[in-house]
C-alpha cells in the first residue's frame, strides 16, 4: 500500500510538471506540421520559442496571460486563447493579396533560446542583408564567422570560426554531412544562397547524434522546401565585374500530402580581371550549373523527403592571355572541372498519440570528380561516398526526460593523384550513438551524449560530449559545452590553394586521424531593446595535422608533436531601438598556437599564420514602415597577422628565432540598398566600399615556372571595391 501511494505521489508530480507546460502542433491547411513557427505570450517577447521541425512547441506556462500569438513569414498571424491542459492544435493560414499589410519583425538573427547548445539561427533576413549570392557570402555580418580567399588564383574560400579553419566545423546540408573530403576546397560555393532558408551555426562540440566530425562547432544549412515555399522565387544578380547569376526556384503542392520543389542556379564571369596589374587574374573565369529536385511527402504517420543534386563547376585563372596548356604553353594557366552527383533520402515515422517518439533513416550517396591543373602540374581526384543515419528518439517516463540513439555509417573512398603523389583510401566506418537529455521547464536542460566509431584503418574512436542550459531569472542564460570529435583530413584538397605555388609537398609522415578536446561558456543578457552576449572557447588538440609552410618552396605535412590550443572570445552587443532600426557591434580575440619544427628535429611552439588576433565588426539596418526601403551598412576591421617570409634569400635553420613578417590591419566597408514591391526586390549594393587590397599578393609574379613563384600568400582582399545589382521576383 504504502509503494502505490508513493507511486500515485510521483505521477501526480509529473503530471503537475508536465501541466507547467503548454504543448501542441502548429499545422497548415493540408495538417502538415510547420517548422519556425514563433510562439510566444501576447505582450511578452521573452521566453518565445519556435517548432520544431514537425511543428511541436512547448512553452513555459503563464499565470497572469492566456493568449498565446503565432507567427510566421507567409503565414497569418493568430492569437489562441489557452484553457485546459490538452495539447493545442493550431492551423495557420497563408497569406493572401488581402493580407498585404501585415508585416511580422523577426530579428535578423537569434540565439535558439531552447537548445542548451550555444546555436545562432541566421534567417532570410539576414542573408538578405547582402546579394549572399552562395554560402560563403553568407556570413557578411556574422561576428563569428569570417571568411577568406585561401589564395590568390582559384578563388576557393575558407570560413574561420573560433579562431581555426572551418575544415574542423562539421558543416551539413540539413543534417548532411556535406562539405568534407573533396569538397572542402569549393563546397561553400557550390550552395547558392537563394536555395538557403536558414543556417543553424553552432559553437562549440556538436550533438553526437549528427556525427564525429563536430570539433569546435557544427554548421546546418536548412534548404527552400517544396511545401513552404515560394511557387516562383526567381533572381538575377550581376556585378561590375561582369559576374551574372540567375537562380530560378519552382515549388508546387500536388496533392495535400505530396510536393515537389526544382531549385536551379547558373552563373558565369568571362571577363580578364587584373586590377593589381601583376599579370595574374585576380579572379578565376568560371561557369556553375547547379540543380536539385526533391520530393517531399507529409502524412500524419510517415513524412519522406528523397531527390537529387547535381553540379558542374568549371574555373580558369594564371596568367592573362592563357587559354590551355596546349595553345598556350609559355603561359602559367590554374584548371578546373568540377563535377558532382548526390543522392539523398530522409524518411521518418511519426506517432501522433506520442508525439515524442519518433524513427526516423537518413541516407545519402556522393560521387565527385575534380580534375585540376597548376601549370602543368595535374591533380586528380574522385571522392565516392555513402552515409546512414538511423535516429530513434522517445522519453524515460516523462518528456523531462527524453533520448535519442541509433547507428550510423559513413564509407569514403578517396583517388586522388597530384604529380607523382598518389594518395589512396577506403574508409568504413560504422557508429553508434546515445544522447540523454533532462528539461526542467526549459530553464534547466542537460545534454549529455557519447559516440562510438570504429574506423576501418584507424581503429576505434569514443567521442563523449556535454551541453548544459541555466536560465538566470527572466533575462539570462548560460551555456557550457565540452567534449571530444575527430576527423580524418585530407591534405591536398583542403591546402589547394598552396598547391598554386612552386612549393614541393612533402608528407614527413602519413595521414593520421584528428582528435580534439573543447570547452565553452556564454551569457546572454536581454535587457529590453538591447541584448548583450559573451562567450569564451578553447581548443587542445590531442592530434593534429601539420601544414607547415615556413620554409620557403615547400609544404610540410606532419603529425602533431607538442602543444596546440586555441583560444576564442567573443562580446557582442544587439540594439533594436525601434521596429525600424537595428544596430550590431562585437569584438572578437584569438590567441592560437601550435608547435613546429619536425622538418628539422625542434619542438616549438610559434602563432599560428594567417589569423589576426582581434576583429571589430559593426552592423546597422534601417527599414522604413512595411519594408519599403531597407538600408545595410556593415564594417569590419581585421586586426594584423602573421604571415611566412617567403623571400628566396631566406635559409630557413631554425624555428627558434625565425624571421617573420606581419600583415597589416585594414577595414572593410560593405552596404546595399533594397526596393520592396508587392512581389518584387531591387537591390544595389557594394563589396569592399573601402577599396582595400593586398599589396603583391602574388610572390614573383613574373617568373610562375621558377622555384619563388607563390599564390598562397593571400590574407586580404584581391579585389578592389565591387558595385553589384539585382532583382527578386516572388510568386506565393
Not at 550581376?238 to 495535400?256: I, M, Q
Not at 568571362?270 to 568560371?286: E, R, V
Not at 631566406?650 to 572593410?668: L, V
Request: proline share 4%; aromatic share 12%.
Amino acid at each position: 500500500m504504502k509503494n502505490i501511494k508513493i507511486l500515485v505521489f510521483i505521477l501526480l508530480a509529473s503530471a503537475d510538471l508536465m501541466a507547467q507546460n503548454v504543448q501542441g502542433t502548429v499545422r497548415d491547411k493540408s495538417s502538415a506540421g510547420l517548422p519556425g513557427v514563433m510562439v510566444h505570450w501576447k505582450g511578452e517577447t521573452a521566453g518565445t520559442v519556435f517548432s520544431d521541425e514537425k511543428g511541436q512547441f512547448s512553452i513555459a506556462k503563464k499565470t497572469d496571460n492566456q493568449f498565446l500569438v503565432f507567427k510566421m513569414l507567409g503565414y497569418s498571424p493568430d492569437t489562441v486563447l489557452v484553457s485546459g491542459d490538452g495539447p493545442l492544435t493550431i492551423i495557420l493560414k497563408e497569406e493572401t493579396s488581402d493580407l498585404n499589410e501585415v508585416v511580422v519583425k523577426t530579428r535578423a538573427s537569434s540565439i535558439d533560446a531552447l537548445s542548451p547548445l550555444h546555436t545562432e539561427i541566421i534567417n532570410a533576413k539576414t542573408l538578405a542583408k547582402a546579394a549572399c549570392c552562395n554560402l560563403s557570402e553568407s556570413f557578411e555580418t556574422n561576428a563569428s564567422v569570417s571568411v577568406n580567399y585561401a589564395d590568390a588564383v582559384t578563388g576557393s574560400k575558407q570560413i574561420q570560426l573560433l579562431g581555426l579553419s572551418g575544415l574542423y566545423v562539421q558543416s551539413n546540408i540539413e543534417n548532411i554531412p556535406s562539405i568534407r573530403g573533396l569538397a572542402s576546397t569549393f563546397g561553400l560555393n557550390f550552395v547558392p544562397g537563394t536555395w538557403i532558408q536558414s543556417i543553424d551555426l553552432v559553437k562549440g562540440t556538436g550533438s553526437v547524434v549528427n556525427g564525429f566530425e563536430s570539433m569546435i562547432g557544427a554548421m546546418n544549412v536548412e534548404l527552400q522546401k517544396p511545401d513552404n515555399s515560394e511557387k516562383l522565387y526567381l533572381n538575377i544578380y550581376a556585378n561590375h565585374l561582369g559576374r551574372g547569376e540567375v537562380n530560378l526556384n519552382l515549388s508546387r503542392k500536388l496533392t495535400p500530402k505530396w510536393s515537389v520543389g526544382l531549385l536551379t542556379h547558373g552563373s558565369a564571369l568571362k571577363t580578364n580581371i587584373d586590377n593589381n596589374g601583376d599579370g595574374f587574374l585576380d579572379l578565376p573565369k568560371y561557369d556553375q550549373v547547379n540543380i536539385l529536385n526533391r520530393w517531399k511527402y507529409s502524412g500524419e504517420r510517415f513524412m519522406a523527403q528523397f531527390g537529387v543534386k547535381m553540379l558542374r563547376d568549371t574555373r580558369m585563372g594564371g596568367q592573362k592571355g592563357f587559354e590551355s596548356r596546349g595553345s598556350t604553353p609559355g603561359l602559367y594557366g590554374f584548371t578546373n572541372k568540377t563535377n558532382r552527383v548526390e543522392f539523398f533520402s530522409k524518411t521518418a515515422k511519426l506517432f501522433p498519440e506520442k508525439p515524442y517518439r519518433g524513427l526516423g533513416l537518413i541516407l545519402n550517396g556522393t560521387w565527385h570528380d575534380s580534375e585540376s591543373y597548376f601549370g602543368f602540374k595535374p591533380y586528380l581526384a574522385t571522392q565516392k561516398s555513402f552515409y546512414s543515419n538511423l535516429i530513434y528518439q522517445d522519453i524515460f517516463g516523462t518528456t523531462m526526460h527524453t533520448y535519442k540513439t541509433g547507428l550510423s555509417f559513413q564509407a569514403d573512398n578517396y583517388d586522388e593523384k597530384y604529380g607523382a603523389i598518389l594518395l589512396k583510401r577506403n574508409e568504413l566506418i560504422p557508429g553508434a550513438f546515445f544522447e540523454y537529455t533532462y528539461n526542467y521547464l526549459d530553464k534547466t536542460v542537460l545534454v549529455a551524449g557519447i559516440r562510438s566509431d570504429y574506423h576501418s584503418i584507424f581503429g576505434n574512436q569514443i567521442s563523449p560530449r556535454i551541453h548544459f542550459k541555466q536560465e538566470v531569472g527572466k533575462n539570462d542564460t548560460w551555456r557550457v559545452s565540452f567534449g571530444k570529435g575527430f576527423r580524418v583530413p585530407n591534405p591536398l584538397a583542403e591546402y589547394f590553394g598552396n598547391l598554386v605555388s612552386s612549393r614541393q609537398v612533402v608528407f614527413v609522415d602519413p595521414i593520421a586521424p584528428e582528435v580534439s578536446w573543447s570547452l565553452g561558456t556564454s551569457w546572454i543578457k536581454n535587457m529590453g531593446k538591447y541584448t548583450i552576449s559573451g562567450e569564451l572557447y578553447h581548443t587542445r588538440f590531442e592530434k593534429q595535422q601539420i601544414a607547415d609552410m615556413e620554409h620557403p618552396g615547400y609544404i610540410y605535412f606532419y603529425g602533431l608533436d607538442g602543444k596546440s590550443r586555441t583560444t576564442s572570445a567573443l562580446i557582442e552587443l544587439n540594439y533594436g531601438p525601434s521596429n525600424n532600426w537595428e544596430f550590431k557591434a562585437a569584438y572578437r580575440f584569438i590567441d592560437s598556437k601550435q608547435t613546429l619544427g619536425k622538418p628539422n628535429g625542434e619542438n616549438v611552439l610559434v602563432e599560428k599564420m594567417f589569423l589576426n588576433r582581434d576583429r571589430v565588426l559593426l552592423n546597422a539596418a534601417y527599414a522604413l514602415p512595411y519594408d519599403k526601403w531597407k538600408f545595410d551598412l556593415t564594417l569590419q576591421w581585421n586586426g594584423k597577422r602573421r604571415i611566412p617570409n617567403a623571400s628566396p634569400t631566406y635559409d630557413h635553420m631554425s624555428y627558434q628565432n625565425m624571421p617573420y613578417e606581419t600583415a597589416p590591419a585594414f577595414a572593410n566597408l560593405n552596404g546595399q540598398i533594397t526596393r520592396t514591391f508587392v512581389n518584387w526586390d531591387i537591390y544595389l549594393g557594394g563589396e569592399n566600399l573601402t577599396n582595400f587590397k593586398q599589396k603583391n599578393p602574388i610572390f614573383d609574379p613574373g617568373n610562375p615556372f621558377g622555384g619563388n613563384f607563390d599564390a598562397g600568400m593571400a590574407w586580404g582582399p584581391v579585389v578592389g571595391i565591387t558595385v553589384y545589382s539585382g532583382v527578386r521576383y516572388k510568386i506565393r
